[in-house]
């Protein structure tokens, strides 16, 4: 059962200063966000260059997930498009496939943050990744919090 979700999330920061958090999350996010990310490590590649596979290992209390290892598929620089497919951890097994693309457009002062995911579920039993479109919602509204404040 293939679907999508699609999310946008409109920032007060400006689209060149969200890009470069999110460019940088590998260091970011567990300084950020300890309740939700325990640790994000670049296991192959730079981490910022397309192949690269980062493993992002979740806090006590994420519900469904404890680890994703992740490959970069996009790092688009210029139009500020980063997009990854999950390889390994317990998405990988819920989920044929599991791809998320970030878009981060220049909108005034601010930004607009579209993000989506595309899913093969691995059977019907499966839920629709309702909570990981909610995580990314309040993370990119609360990264948004934390750049204006920092």
């Known amino acids: 059962m293939a679907g999508k979700l699609e999310l946008e999330v409109v ?12 460019r940088n999350s590998s260091e970011l996010f567990p300084k950020i966000f300890p309740e939700q990310f325990k640790s994000i490590e ?19 209390g994420v519900p469904i997930v404890t680890f994703t290892k992740e490959k970069l598929e996009i790092a688009d620089e210029e139009n500020k498009t980063v997009s990854y497919t999950v390889i390994d951890g317990e998405l990988a097994t819920l989920f044929k496939s599991f ?10 002062e601010g930004a607009l943050v579209k993000w989506n995911i595309e899913y093969d579920k691995a059977s019907d039993e499966v839920p629709d990744p309702n909570l990981v479109q909610e995580t990314a919602k309040n993370t990119f509204t609360d990264l948004d919090d934390y750049l204006l404040n920092n």
């Open 99 to 108: 791809k998320a693309t970030l878009h981060v457009v220049p909108q005034g």
């Open 11 to 22: 920032t007060k920061s400006s689209a060149d200063k969200f890009w470069g958090a999110i």
């Open 42 to 60: 670049i296991v192959e590649g730079d981490g910022q260059s397309v192949g690269s596979v980062r493993l992002v290992k979740y806090a006590e």
